[in-house]
């Protein structure tokens, strides 16, 4: 149980396209999902905390019209890079809990996003 | 910033444990101590946490020191598969479900 995925694993577009990247809890409904990206040899940095039927909830640092999340249903994270840069070629991964916000985090398996 | 702190490499035998400290000394009274690992090119899997009491399951083992400034993760039987980025992190408390993540330590399992 407490499998969450992603979609699509990769994807190459084009600087100034935007881009939408999905996370699905398979097995159970989440209220409350994460965002993170991790560039080449460093660490998870969060970026966003998603809430299912309101507003997200940003980091410092990460702008929240370039990258737009949507917690439409208990079971779906969406976040859209828009106007995609080359800078913004990353690892994106999202994490959701069975238990909420506050139970053990499970990973999707991440998006892999090049601009060029 | 992140509350935990670990080496950033070790090396272990396959076959023989690898014992992986943290230090988490400024976590607070309620905040659960996290592990989890990174396969290269994956997203971070789950292994093991705890608060106060040292805790087993069928990957690892957790053992927290009493005054909770830090814990060490055991897998008893290290094997090439268990070659990744692991991280000890922290959740709960102010923090919510939000976990901050180190720099890890990259634990190399060799024949």
């Known amino acids: 149980g407490a499998v969450v995925s992603q979609h699509p694993s990769w994807v190459i577009c084009k600087s100034g396209t935007s881009v939408k990247i999905e996370c699905r809890s398979l097995d159970f409904q989440a209220t409350t999902m994460f965002w993170y990206r991790q560039f080449p040899k460093q660490s998870l940095m969060l970026m966003a905390t998603s809430n299912e039927g309101s507003k997200a909830t940003y980091e410092q640092g990460v702008e929240k019209d370039k990258f737009l999340i949507n917690h439409a249903s208990l079971t779906l994270s969406t976040l859209t890079v828009t106007s995609a840069h080359p800078e913004d070629s990353s690892f994106y991964i999202c994490?959701?809990?069975?238990?909420?916000?506050?139970?053990?985090?499970?990973f999707g398996p991440g998006t892999r996003l090049l601009v060029l | 910033d992140a509350k935990t702190t670990q080496p950033p490499s070790m090396d272990c035998a396959e076959g023989r444990a690898a014992n992986l400290p943290c230090n988490h000394s400024?976590?607070?009274?309620?905040?659960?101590v996290y592990w989890y690992r990174q396969i290269h090119s994956q997203g971070p899997q789950y292994i093991i946490h705890?608060?106060?009491n040292n805790e087993t399951n069928e990957m690892a083992s957790l053992i927290i020191t009493e005054d909770r400034k830090s814990s060490t993760l055991i897998l008893p039987h290290a094997t090439l598969r268990d070659t990744a980025v692991y991280y000890c992190t922290s959740s709960g408390g102010t923090s919510y479900g939000k976990l901050t993540f180190g720099q890890g330590t990259i634990l190399t399992v060799h024949p």
């Open positions: 400024t976590i607070s009274g309620n905040e659960y």
């Open positions: 994490s959701a809990s069975p238990q909420g916000g506050w139970g053990t985090q499970y």
């Open positions: 705890g608060l106060k």
